[in-house]
Structure formats: structure tokens, C-alpha cells
């Protein structure tokens, strides 16, 4: 029998919490760091030695050498410099071990070697590391020792934000200001701010590491480039919370310790849809921690799976033909004295609170849809949305049968006088309880979904950070209470202002909803006559950030300058080109290395057999049929693969102009892509196995 697991025991043993704080620092210190913490400004220089003292010896204690500032710039993952706490040694040569707190508060990264988009050049290096007091400082364990993390903002010498985690923390702020004066209007004095709170689901897959070395289009893209469908997928539906492998299972039961050491709430864990695919999924968290957290689940994801011989695939769609994998952003938002304000209650129909609440969210969504279509938009994720796996590229809300209901008869009348209710659930067995039914379905195809007391934004990638999404769902949704706030701060009678504004936002936005098939081929017709956007690739989404409409909300309330959102608009036409071609070259160099002379190879040895067949007298009629139909399909691999180096070459002669280059790549080089790869997928179904230069997609999603 296995050793037994203490999880009370070693959850957040590697981190700084601020249990660990009470217990190490001095009272009016620890009193300083809460206050801040929770209603904002900066710690004494005397405060923040102190607690610099504190989590050094903490970290020091438990093997840390090392501490870095953990920051998350607009690469989408996150990055490190590690410093180590050794300083002169003293008069007797003893090596002594210092952290400071300006170390603490303040880093120095070069900012002009991430991507600024323009905002930093390459003689302009300076940028800077902010520690965030409200996310806990952990230990991260690795062949590089054990290192003290400080999750930071990082910005450019100006102060613009360079990362992902500066616009978030910059939301959060405007929207709990926004939702406080909704709640004063109400009557509620007890709350000091409103907090947003995140869940993000985490979808993986698992292969074999040796078969992932032997594959270029992973090593270099994360996704295969070549790769005939196995004879068997997800057809059957039998590897849906199937039996958890031993060999993966091992690895989730080491990737659950690691994480619940690092304070990740990580809850669930199943097989999911694909063949060789899995989820992961956290308990809620404050947004920025639950940001934090689902990086460090992807990093150890990766670290973890090197252990077992794995390889963690999270590209968003690394094989064709069976479900790839995104991440549910489950977002809600809690008074600080636990209310939440997604909560309908027993009658939702009656909770005019809670129906501002969703009149204003509905608000939000139908006039910010282009940005939240954005925020869920990368390279990958362009071969997913749409699919029957993910969401469309449509942006609706999913109320279900109960709310849309009430919706549909305060636009109608103005007053929502019945509620759906649940029915009972009877199974028709004996010794099994009938059950209570929630009073409408779920839907796995809307792209935001209410869920009960949260909304689950569904489009988002799973290689993605959550922080764009994040931020501009807080965005968007703080925009929406200040015009609600502003005109019912403005009523001569609250009740009629509140109940006339209700109706009025959702009568003008009930186009937003759709509670029906979002794959079917009718809802795309039924979004354009509603007027709703349809935008189906990654660069078609990326104008939207400089809108009019999109800068006025960011700087209305200073979450993005418009010289940032600027920043971010070339850097996503740039990040769009790079990665494409460097998928085109991996064909290019697969195809031409690899691919074409295994064909050969094999082309050649039919000859051959045909020609002994011939020598001995039997006329080699399958023999020469299946080598024509190679060598024709071959000459086409050949002609495309020519024909995609030529475009690549065009399409790098066109630096300049990232958005022109971008759809370059889009509308010709994507194409020539898809064609080679056609001929080359046919050729794989032709040729012998021990010809073929790499594992297929049996081997890989099978072999595990």
C-alpha cells in the first residue's frame, strides 16, 4: 500500500501565506501589509525590510539560494532572472545572506527584449518588476535549486504596462469602484470593495516523450503539421472520464502534490474527450492569483511530465481530427463580506439586484462582443473555435430556459411575474432517490455561459494566460455599472429608475442571447440578422482593440493607454506571422528532409519488386498500380511543397507591415499549408510503416 497522503499537511507549504506573515512578522507590520493589501498604497521602507527579512529567512530555511521576480510579459507565459541572496562576505570571509526590501518592492528587467510592440526600442532598455502584495510569494523547486518567486507587474520606464498581470490588477480596481456604487444604491454599507474571482479549467494532452523527439512539427510548433487520422479517434466516446491509465495517473497524482504545495487548489482531474487528453480544474481564486496559479499549473504541468517520459501538450489543437483543448474562464464577482452578486437566489424574478446585475453584464457583452471575441484569440485557438468541441466564433450568452424566461417577460411587460421551476428526476429504481432537477440544461457550445452563479467564458485557448480575458470581462462590465450607476444615482425614484433601466437594457440587448445549437449552420445566419459579429479568425479580431469605442472604455477607466492598446494590436499581427512561418518552415524542412525521401525510399522498392516480378515472368499488376498511384501523389507533395516555399519567401519579403504580412499569411500561406499537407497524409496511408520517418497518430495517441 502506497504512503499516506497528508494534504492538509503539505497544501501551501511552499508558500509565503499570510499565515506564515503573522507568524514571522511584528504586529504593527503584519497589520501594515494587511491594510495594504486590502484597501491599497505602499509599505513603510522600514515595513517592507522587515517583511523582506521575513521571507527571505522563510525561504532561506527551507533551501532556497535564490529569489526572482515572477512576472508575466506579453510572450503569454512568464519569465525569471534569479538572484541569489549572497552578498560580500564579512571581515572573516563568512559569505552573509541579504534580502532587502527595495529588492523585495523593485526589479529591473530589459524591457526592449520582450515584446513592446513599439512602446520600448532596443536602446531603450529599462523596465521594471513591481512586486503584487496581493499575490503570495512561493517556492518553486527544480534542477536549478530552489527559488523564492515574488509574482510581479512589470512596466517600461514610462509606465506602461509591458505584461499581463498590470492591465488585470487595473480592471479588478475599476470594477469593484463601479460595482460599490451600485451596491450603495442598494442599500448595502457593510461592503468595501467587490472582488472578481476566477476558476480556469486547464485541458492537456499527454504523449510519449521519445515518440515526441522524433517529430519536428512538436518539437518546433507544438502541434503536428503531418499526421493521416488513426484508425480509431473519439468516435466511441469511451476515453470521456474513462479509467485513468497507470503511467498518467501517476503523473497527475505527482502533478497534485506540487500543485497543492504551490497553494493551486487543484479539484478535479479526468480523462477528457480525445484520445490522450485530460483536465484539470482548480477551486476559485481571487483573478489575479487564479492567473498566477494557472501559469504555474502549465509550468509544472510541462516539468512534471518530463519526469514520467512525457511530453504536456498545450497547444490548442496539436492533432487534427479529434478534439483539441481550450480552458473555461469561470468568472464571478463577491462582495469583500462574501455576497455574491452572480447569486439569482431561490427567485431570481424578485432579486432586482441581481437582475441590474445581469441586464448590465448583457449590456456588456452585446456592445463589447469584438473584445471579448479578442481576448480568447491566438494562433492555435483559430483551429479550434467553431469545431465541435469549442464554442463558435460567435459571441452570445447562454441564460438557460428559467432566466431567459424571466428576461423575455420583463422586456415584453416589464414585470416577471412566473418562474420555471425544476422537476423531479425520477430514475426508476428503487433504491436510487428520485432527484431535483435544476430548472433548465446546460450548453457546451455558447461561448459565455451562465452556470448558476458565475458565468463560464468557454472560448478561451489552453496555452493562453487568462489575464486578457479576465481583464477585459472586468472591463467591459465596469463600464457597463458606471452608465447604470450614473443614471441611477441621477433617479428622483430609485425603484421606477432601477426598473425601467432593467427593461431598458434588456430589451435593447436581447440579441445577446441564445440558448440553442451553436454549431449548427442556422445560428450563423441568426447572428447576422441579429447583427451580431462573426469574427472567424484570430487577425479578424485584432482591429477591435483601437476602435473608438474600445479606447474610450480602456482609458475611461485607466486599464490600457491607447499607445498600449496600439502596442498590443502589432504585436499580435507579429506574434500571428512568426508563428506561422515558422510552421511553414518546420513543413518545408520536414517535407523535404524527411518526408519526400522515406517516399522514395519506398517508391524505389516497389520498383524494384516490380522489376523482379517482371524477371520472373508474373506481371506485377497491384504492385505497379499502388506505385503510380505513389509516384502521382508524390509529384503533387512535391509541386505543393515547392509552391509553399516560394509563398514563405514572398511572404517574408513583406516585413514592414505586420497587419498586410499577417493576412498574407492568412489567406496564401495557411492555404499552400493545407494543401501540402493533404498530399502528404494520402501519402502516409500509402506508404509501409517501417518507411514512414516519424510516429504516427496511432502511435502517439495511443502509445501512451
Known sequence: MSEILNVEKI?????????????????????????????????????????????????????????????????GITAEKHDSFVTHPDENGRMLMDFSGKELIKGEADASSFPSGGLRSTFEARGYTVWDITSPAFLKEDATGIILCIPTAFCSYRGEALDKKTPLLRSMEALSVQAMRLLRLFGNTTAQKVIPSVGAEQEYFLIDREKFLKRKDLIFSGRTLFGAPAPKGQELEDHYFGVIRERIGAFMKDLNVELWKLGVTAKTQHNEAAPAQHELAPVYETANI???????????????????????????????????????????????????????????????????????????????????????????????????????AIISIFLGTQLEDVVRQLVETGEARSLLEGSTLKTGVSTVPDLHMDATDRNRTSPFAFTGNKFEFRMVGSSDSIGSPTTTINAIVAEAFCEAADRLERAENFEMGVHNLIKEYMT????????????????????????????????????????????????????????????????????????????????????????????????????????????AGAEPYVTASVLKQITEQLGKASGALEALRWKEKEGQAMKGDAKKQAFFYRDVIVPAMTELRGYVDSLECMVDKEYWPMPTYADLLFEV
Open 508 to 615: 435593447a440587448h436581447q440579441r445577446i442571447i441564445f440558448n440553442g445549437d451553436g454549431y449548427s449552420d442556422a445560428w450563423v445566419k441568426e447572428a447576422a440578422r441579429r447583427g451580431l459579429p462573426n469574427l472567424r479568425t484570430m487577425i479578424d479580431s485584432v482591429e477591435s482593440l483601437t476602435t473608438e469605442k474600445a479606447i474610450l472604455l480602456y482609458e475611461r477607466f485607466g486599464i490600457y493607454t491607447r499607445s498600449e492598446l496600439e502596442s498590443r494590436k502589432e504585436i499580435l499581427y507579429e506574434k500571428y506571422v512568426k508563428t506561422i512561418n515558422i510552421e511553414a518552415l518546420t513543413m518545408i524542412d520536414m517535407a523535404t528532409k524527411e518526408i519526400l525521401p522515406a517516399v522514395m525510399n519506398y517508391s524505389k522498392a516497389l520498383a524494384d519488386t516490380v522489376n523482379a516480378m517482371r524477371s
Open 290 to 392: 487564479a492567473m498566477d496559479h494557472n501559469q504555474l499549473v502549465m509550468e509544472t504541468m510541462k516539468k512534471l511530465a518530463e519526469r514520467h517520459n512525457l511530453r504536456c501538450l498545450l497547444h490548442e489543437k496539436p492533432f487534427a481530427g479529434v478534439n483539441g483543448s481550450g480552458k473555461h474562464d469561470n468568472w464571478s464577482i463577491t462582495t469583500d463580506t462574501g455576497i455574491n452578486l452572480l447569486d439569482p437566489g431561490e427567485t431570481p424574478n424578485e432579486n432586482v439586484q441581481f437582475l441590474l446585475v445581469l441586464a448590465c453584464i448583457m449590456k456588456a457583452v452585446d456592445t463589447h462582443a469584438d473584445l471579448l471575441r479578442r481576448s480568447a484569440s491566438n494562433v492555435g485557438n483559430d483551429l479550434r473555435l467553431g469545431a465541435n468541441e469549442a464554442p463558435p
Open 11 to 75: 497544501f501551501g507549504q511552499n508558500v509565503f501565506t499570510l499565515g506564515k506573515m503573522r507568524e514571522r512578522l511584528p504586529k504593527k507590520a503584519y497589520a501594515e501589509v494587511k491594510e495594504v493589501m486590502e484597501h491599497g498604497g505602499e509599505l513603510s521602507a522600514a515595513t517592507a525590510d522587515v517583511v523582506a527579512k521575513a521571507m527571505k529567512d522563510w525561504a532561506v530555511e527551507n533551501g532556497a539560494t535564490h529569489y526572482t521576480h515572477w512576472f508575466q510579459p506579453l510572450t
